[in-house]
Every structure is written in C-alpha cells, then in structure tokens.
C-alpha cells in the first residue's frame, strides 16, 4: 500500500485502515500500521505529527511486541535524521539493529544497518555499516532482507564515490543496475543508471556519461517524470565539452525542478546556486 512518492495518500490509506486495526484487538497489527502513519507524516515533513504519532505507539507498546518495537525505533530514527538531530536518530538506529538481530526480523535488522550508513560518521564508518548490511541481508534467508541489496549497493557506491574512489564506485553502481532490474522497477533502474553516468564523468569518461544521461533524460520525459539531476549531469557533460550554449537550458531546467524540491540537500545551496547562474535564471 506504501507509495513513496506520494506520502499523503498513503497516511489517507492507512488510516482509513486503522478503526478496524483498533477494534480487531490485534495490538500488534494496530501499533506497527500506526509507525507507517508516522513515517508517511515523516516523508511529508511533518515532524510534529510523526513524533506524537510515534508518542502514542510508545506509550501502548508491551514488552512481547519485538516487530512493533523494531519499527517503531526506525521511524523515529529516521525523523530525527531528517531533522539533523543525528545523535539521537543514531542511538535509535544502534537498538533498532539489536531488537531486530536479536529476534531475526532480518528486514529490519538490515534496515537500521542501511539507515546506520546513512547517518553515521566518518565515511569509513559508514561504510563499514553499509557493509554489514549486506553481509546480513545475504546471510539472511528473508527474501525481504534480501531486496534491500540493490539500495545498499547504491549506497555503498555513493559512499565510495564521496571518498574518491570513483573506480570502486563505478564497479557498485554497475552491481546496482543489475539488481535493480531484476527487480523491475522503471524508476529505481534509471536513477541506478544516473549513477553509472555520474561515475563515467567522474572518470573522465564524458561522452560515454553524456550519452546515458541524454537516454535517460528522453525516458524521464516520456514516462513525465523529468528528473532536474538528469539536466544538470546532461548540462555538466555539455559544458565539460565546450558546448556552454547547449548546456544552458538543461541547467535551468534543473534548477527549476530542483529548487521547487523539498528534499534537495539544504547544504547544497551553492550547488544550486550553480545551475542557476549556468541556466541564466535570475534570482527568484
């Protein structure tokens, strides 16, 4: 039922769900329908909501509820991370990880290892945690801990690419688009595929990265879906080619889309900044 992309219809959804929850006396089924509510609240960035949401769950959890407390921990870890407070999502992750290993809910133990990746510092740490979730989801015989590979393997890249090590990244990000096809899905294939590119014209590689990015931005449109980090690699490869005119409108494209996302890094800024001077847009 979880829609990602579109997290207010989802909270709609699992409410309309939640009186027959409660009224079935199946607490457990009740309090973890109640830590997706919060995290739909969480992906609206409605922090407030989420928090008293999970208050609640807190406040009804008993001690037999491993699942419900497993995900509980994560969805407060994870409004907390988006909220910067990074010690406290961390020490909400570190128990989620215990609870789930110690009860083998290996999908969660393998998601609070990924979100452990995320958050954790420095990038050595973090992927040491990225890779101990693979280890764990491998190890795992939870088809549901194993579909977390494909984003743990972008992960991993992204943390590898961070560090410099373009060459390794690249060789993750391959591994990824595998994954992610057998999965099936248009949407993460094309942004494992962005990644691929991105790797390219990190190595220099900036027609062969310029000519994935182009393919994809054709497949974004025709799926309307533009995608803003797209037209800014396709206007970064242009200009990296000397071709500045082309370039011009994919990174005011980019800053267009961009700008208007919520979840574009708020310490990006100067990133930003970039595309719209490239784009010749004037100051909003």
Same mark, same amino acid.
């Given at each position: 039922?979880?829609?990602?992309?579109?997290?207010? =219809?989802?909270?709609?959804?699992?409410?309309?769900?939640?009186?027959?929850?409660?009224?079935?006396?199946?607490?457990?089924?009740?309090?973890?329908?109640?830590?997706?509510?919060?995290?739909?609240?969480?992906?609206?960035?409605?922090?407030?909501?989420?928090?008293?949401?999970? $208050?609640?769950?807190?406040?009804?959890?008993?001690?037999?509820?491993?699942?419900?407390?497993? *995900?509980?921990?994560?969805?407060?870890?994870?409004?907390?991370?988006?909220?910067?407070?990074?010690?406290?999502?961390?020490?909400?992750?570190?128990?989620?990880?215990?609870?789930?290993?110690?009860?083998?809910?290996? $999908?969660?133990?393998?998601?609070?290892?990924?979100?452990?990746?995320?958050?954790?510092?420095?990038?050595?740490?973090?992927?040491?945690?990225?890779?101990?979730?693979?280890?764990?989801?491998?190890?795992?015989?939870?088809?549901?801990?194993?579909?977390?590979?494909?984003?743990?393997?972008?992960?991993?890249?992204?943390?590898?690419?961070?560090?410099?090590?373009?060459?390794?990244? !690249?060789?993750?990000?391959?591994?990824?688009?595998?994954? *992610?096809? =057998?999965?099936?899905?248009?949407?993460?294939?094309?942004?494992?595929?962005?990644?691929?590119?991105?790797?390219?014209?990190?190595?220099?590689?900036?027609? =062969?990265?310029?000519?994935?990015?182009?393919?994809?931005?054709?497949?974004?449109? !025709?799926?309307?879906?533009?995608?803003?980090?797209?037209?800014?690699?396709?206007?970064?490869?242009?200009?990296?080619?000397?071709?500045?005119?082309?370039?011009?409108?994919?990174?005011?494209?980019?800053?267009?889309?961009?700008?208007? $996302?919520?979840?574009?890094?708020?310490?990006? *800024?100067?990133?930003? =900044?970039?595309?719209?001077?490239?784009?010749?847009?004037?100051? $909003?």
């Amino acid at each position: 039922m979880w829609d990602y992309d579109r997290p207010a =219809e989802t909270e709609a959804r699992f409410r309309d769900l939640l009186p027959a929850a409660q009224a079935s006396g199946d607490r457990d089924y009740h309090l973890q329908l109640l830590t997706q509510v919060a995290r739909a609240q969480g992906l609206q960035r409605n922090y407030d909501g989420a928090h008293a949401t999970l $208050d609640h769950v807190r406040d009804l959890m008993a001690d037999g509820l491993a699942t419900v407390r497993a *995900r509980y921990l994560l969805e407060r870890g994870r409004c907390f991370n988006d909220q910067g407070n990074s010690g406290q999502a961390r020490a909400c992750f570190v128990e989620a990880w215990e609870v789930a290993r110690e009860r083998r809910l290996d $999908d969660y133990a393998v998601d609070a290892a990924h979100m452990m990746g995320i958050v954790e510092k420095p990038a050595e740490a973090a992927l040491e945690w990225n890779l101990r979730a693979v280890e764990y989801a491998k190890g795992s015989g939870n088809p549901a801990a194993g579909r977390w590979l494909a984003s743990l393997q972008n992960n991993i890249g992204w943390t590898l690419f961070g560090m410099g090590r373009h060459d390794e990244a !690249l060789g993750v990000f391959e591994d990824a688009v595998a994954l *992610r096809r =057998e999965q099936g899905r248009p949407g993460p294939i094309r942004i494992a595929r962005y990644a691929v590119a991105r790797a390219h014209r990190a190595l220099g590689r900036v027609r =062969e990265a310029l000519a994935e990015q182009e393919a994809l931005q054709r497949e974004c449109e !025709l799926a309307r879906e533009p995608d803003g980090y797209v037209h800014e690699e396709v206007g970064e490869c242009l200009l990296a080619l000397g071709r500045a005119a082309e370039a011009r409108p994919h990174f005011a494209r980019a800053y267009e889309l961009l700008s208007k $996302d919520p979840w574009f890094p708020a310490e990006e *800024r100067a990133r930003l =900044e970039r595309m719209r001077e490239l784009g010749g847009r004037s100051e $909003d």
